[in-house]
């Protein structure tokens, strides 16, 4: 009995290493494609804020795509998320005080504050009738937002931004758990 178990513990064991290790890839290596500079919507995905502040891992996702907005101001900035339990305003709106702080005119942000999942926050093709986009989140979440946008029709381009180190180890397994939960509901 002892061996049956050990041999079945191993087999999980091995099977977790290969799965760990081929998401990790997946993972980085859409992180690391850049996006093309000429796509006319950049949809930014929400994250957890902190009352009416962003979270560091929102406002790093934030800068990015203000960055990215900043090299091609025709580009429209649709912000996402809705309201968490413990947040005073929207994702969204969080992400709209933030680029008007910026200097982006409101004109050019378009506003998504209901969604509470990445696939809600990419019906904005339905909201918006979008078809192309970049699509801007932390590293580690890309590669589960490309094929979301991609079983939605929506030809997206990643553009990562970092993942605050401190939060870093839980956003990985979170996310490894959260594709392998998209893998068996298709």
């Given at each position: 009995?002892?061996?049956?178990?050990?041999?079945?513990?191993?087999?999980?064991?091995?099977?977790?290493?290969?799965?760990?290790?081929?998401?990790?890839?997946?993972?980085?290596?859409?992180?690391?494609?850049?996006?093309?500079?000429?796509?006319?919507?950049?949809?930014?995905?929400?994250?957890?804020?902190?009352?009416?502040?962003?979270?560091?891992?929102?406002?790093?996702?934030?800068?990015?795509?203000?960055?990215?907005?900043?090299?091609?101001?025709?580009?429209?900035?649709?912000?996402?998320?809705?309201?968490?339990?413990e947040e005073e305003i929207t994702e969204a709106?969080?992400?709209?005080?933030?680029?008007?702080?910026?200097?982006?005119?409101?004109?050019?942000?378009?506003?998504?504050?209901?969604?509470?999942?990445?696939?809600?926050?990419?019906?904005?093709?339905?909201?918006?009738?979008?078809?192309?986009?970049?699509?801007?989140?932390?590293?580690?979440?890309?590669?589960?937002?490309?094929?979301i946008a991609n079983e939605l029709k929506i030809?997206?381009?990643?553009?990562?931004?970092?993942?605050?180190?401190?939060?870093?180890?839980?956003?990985?397994?979170?996310?490894?758990?959260?594709?392998?939960?998209?893998?068996?509901?298709?």
């Amino acid at each position: 009995m002892r061996k049956t178990i050990f041999i079945l513990f191993s087999i999980l064991l091995f099977f977790s290493i290969i799965y760990v290790s081929y998401t990790y890839m997946k993972i980085k290596q859409t992180a690391s494609i850049k996006p093309p500079k000429n796509v006319s919507y950049i949809i930014v995905l929400g994250a957890k804020v902190n009352g009416d502040q962003l979270s560091k891992v929102l406002l790093y996702r934030a800068e990015t795509a203000l960055d990215y907005w900043e090299k091609k101001q025709s580009s429209t900035i649709i912000v996402t998320g809705g309201k968490g339990s413990e947040e005073e305003i929207t994702e969204a709106a969080a992400l709209l005080n933030f680029f008007v702080e910026q200097g982006v005119p409101k004109e050019r942000i378009l506003v998504e504050d209901k969604s509470t999942s990445t696939y809600e926050n990419l019906q904005t093709k339905k909201l918006f009738s979008i078809n192309e986009a970049v699509i801007v989140s932390n590293d580690f979440h890309l590669f589960r937002a490309l094929e979301i946008a991609n079983e939605l029709k929506i030809t997206a381009y990643p553009l990562a931004a970092k993942t605050p180190k401190s939060v870093k180890l839980v956003l990985y397994f979170r996310e490894y758990a959260a594709i392998m939960k998209m893998r068996f509901t298709k």
